[in-house]
Nanobody, 128 residues
Framework: QVQLVESGGGLVQAGGSLRLSCAAS????????IGWFRQAPGKEREFVAA????????EYADSVKGRFTISRDNSKNTVTLQMNSLKPEDTAVYYC?????????????????????WGQGTQVTVSS
């Protein structure tokens, strides 16, 4: 099992940046793919970005490509989501999630039902 704790959310003006972190417990962190999802008020939870266990493969939602970067440091059991050029529509609660996959699969990495382990979320608010 793995436990996840997100941090780094806050209030930022449009065009600004935030850096979210997902800290994980457990000894086998590099076996887990990590996904970031977000949920805005009144909307369904949606995929943002994912990274393979080794960090060699990543996937992004079209809405964040070129603005967000996901990375991981397996020596520190952390995954980071660097968010630049933020827009008001990026406002949401951001969640990190983890799951083991035998082989990296881009489609599976974007699916909410792929992941069994979730953090509690961190609020990101972008003002216009």
């Amino acid at each position: 099992q793995v436990q996840l704790v997100e941090s780094g959310g806050g209030l930022v003006q449009a065009g600004g940046s935030l850096r979210l972190s997902c800290a994980a417990s457990g000894r086998t962190f590099n076996r887990y793919i990590i996904g970031w999802f977000r949920q805005a008020p009144g909307k369904e939870r949606e995929f943002v970005a994912a990274i393979s266990g080794s960090g060699s493969s990543t996937e992004y939602a079209d809405s964040v490509k070129g603005r967000f970067t996901i990375s991981r440091d397996n020596s520190k059991n952390t995954v980071t989501l660097q968010m630049n050029s933020l827009k008001p529509e990026d406002t949401a609660v951001y969640y990190c999630a983890a799951e083991t996959l035998p082989v990296w699969n881009r489609k599976s990495a974007t699916r909410i039902d792929t992941y069994d382990y979730w953090g509690q979320g961190t609020q990101v608010t972008v003002s216009s």
